[in-house]
């Protein structure tokens, strides 16, 4: 759907904070998902592959069950650093 601005000839697709912007959503496609968590993508097919992380096919697409991946990143040992002398 595209919106008219200020009377004026220029138009634009709805902007996606017309969405809940706080809300996370259930599936995400690859690329995205890589974004949002920081996972490479070699990183993201690695853990897709031992199971680790679960995604559903809908037609060619590839979706990240997102709140499934995001347990599991949770359940990760949190990163131990030495103290810099």
């Known amino acids: 759907m595209l919106e008219m601005h200020n009377n ?13 912007a706080g809300q ?16 490479t993508r070699y990183k993201l097919y690695e853990l897709l592959g ?8 809908v037609g060619k697409r590839t979706l990240i069950d997102v709140e499934q991946a995001l ?7 949190v990163a131990q650093f030495r103290k810099a002398s």
Do not use: E, H, Q, V
């Not at 138009?11 to 904070?17: G, M």
């Not at 996370?24 to 996972?39: D, K, Q």
């Open 24 to 39: 996370t959503p259930r599936y995400m496609a690859i690329n995205p998902f890589c974004a949002f968590s920081g996972l």
């Open 50 to 57: 031992t199971g680790d992380i679960r995604a559903i096919k």
């Open 71 to 77: 347990t599991w990143l949770a359940s990760r040992p």
């Open 8 to 20: 004026s000839t220029s138009f634009r697709r709805p902007s996606s904070s017309s969405k809940d």
